[in-house]
């Protein structure tokens, strides 16, 4: 006889513990679920120098008072950004999306990129000098910039799920707090 809770192989929870690493996709329609204007790439560098701006945001920025932060990526009508298109030119501060081939966002996010310079028409997943990929860094630091109270002026704090207290239109740490789906709590601590 064997007991029902012996089991060879098997992970509980079913998800790896990491104290300092998200695995949520980020822009995923599962976890992260981030929906906002482009923040930083994944090495926390901003587009703008609005919003989060605090411990572990290095003070680099692509576009250092080029754009108003209301005027930075903007959407087109349904809260989307337009597709990126090879007979289109393309200039400093734009922004488009490429979709997953299969469509399936909660498995594969659209990608969001930002153009860097002016006169572009190539592709932006081969030109990563005049292209520059939205992305998370993973780290709490990462979805603070996207999600921290600062983050709302810089066009974050926006996610596919409703805000469920619904005071207003944005998903805030002070509030609902982070989506991080790391374990900051697992990290070993030092007595001193």
């Known amino acids: 006889m064997v007991s029902l809770l012996e089991l060879q192989n098997a992970s509980v929870p079913a998800r790896t513990v990491y104290s300092n690493s998200c695995p949520w996709q980020y822009r995923g329609d599962i976890g992260c ?33 080029e754009f108003k932060t209301e005027e930075f990526a903007k959407f087109e009508e349904g809260n989307v950004y337009p597709d990126w298109s090879i007979t289109s030119t393309y200039s400093k501060g734009d922004t488009v999306k490429l979709v997953p081939y299969d469509h399936d966002s909660s498995l ?75 374990f900051p709590g697992v990290d070993p601590y030092e007595f001193k």
């Open 33 to 65: 679920g981030y929906k906002g204007k482009p923040i930083s790439n994944g090495k926390n560098k901003r587009f703008v120098p609005s919003g989060y701006n605090e411990d572990m945001v290095g003070s680099e920025v692509y576009f250092s008072g």
């Open 108 to 182: 594969n996010p659209i990608d969001i990129y930002v153009c860097l310079n002016d006169g572009v028409r190539s592709n932006p997943i081969y030109d990563t000098e005049n292209w520059v990929l939205d992305d998370c860094d993973r780290s709490l630091c990462g979805c603070r910039l996207r999600f921290s109270d600062l983050a709302t002026g810089a066009g974050g704090g926006k996610r596919i799920t409703e805000n469920p207290e619904g005071k207003d239109q944005f998903w805030t740490e002070s509030e609902e707090g982070l989506p991080f789906g790391g």
